[in-house]
């Protein structure tokens, strides 16, 4: 599938899935009535961060988006962060390994050394199965750091690879 740097013409696509996502409060810890404007300038801040959209190879359709930057400012710009969101009606179809992929991949052309993970919300299994088959490893649990609408308080990952 296709996978290409997003443009704002691409935010009509990705907002009703970005949207239905937190609005679910299960897998991101963003406030879960997140508007629009807000969830744009997250997801599409401009430089150093970028945001690329997979793609159907037909309709040209966004099935998922991932944003790369920095993971901090200054002395810890060299490790890279990601984020990335699957549209609901593609999941199962590898649109996340590829944008995991893909994201690696670009991280490095960039020069970063590593990519961490803030925030993987531990009872998400199936983004920590898919993390962890992408060489990363979990290097920290924040205990209880996350409210899940029906499981409660469950724990965040970090987690971490060298690239």
Do not use: C
């Not at 699957?86 to 991949?105: C, I, M, N, Q, T």
């Not at 649990?141 to 987690?159: A, K, N, Q, T, W």
């Amino acid at each position: 599938m296709p996978i290409r740097e997003a443009t704002t013409a691409d935010w009509p696509e990705i907002w009703p899935f970005l949207r239905r996502i937190v609005a679910a409060g299960e897998t991101y810890t963003w406030p879960r009535d997140v508007d629009e404007a807000t969830a744009r300038r997250l997801w599409l801040p401009g430089p150093p961060a970028r945001a690329v959209v997979a793609v159907d190879d037909d309709a040209g359709t966004v099935l998922g988006t991932a944003k790369l930057a920095p993971n901090q400012l200054g002395p810890g710009d060299h490790v890279a962060n990601a984020s990335f969101m699957v549209s609901p009606a593609a999941a199962g179809r590898g649109v996340g390994r590829a944008l995991g992929v893909h994201v690696l991949d670009l991280a490095r052309a960039e020069g970063y050394r590593a990519m961490q993970f803030n925030a993987v919300v531990a009872s998400n299994e199936r983004a920590v199965a898919l993390w962890r088959s992408l060489g990363f490893a979990v290097v920290g649990r924040i205990p209880e750091g996350f409210r899940h609408p029906s499981r409660g308080y469950v724990d965040l990952l970090v987690m971490h690879r060298r690239l």
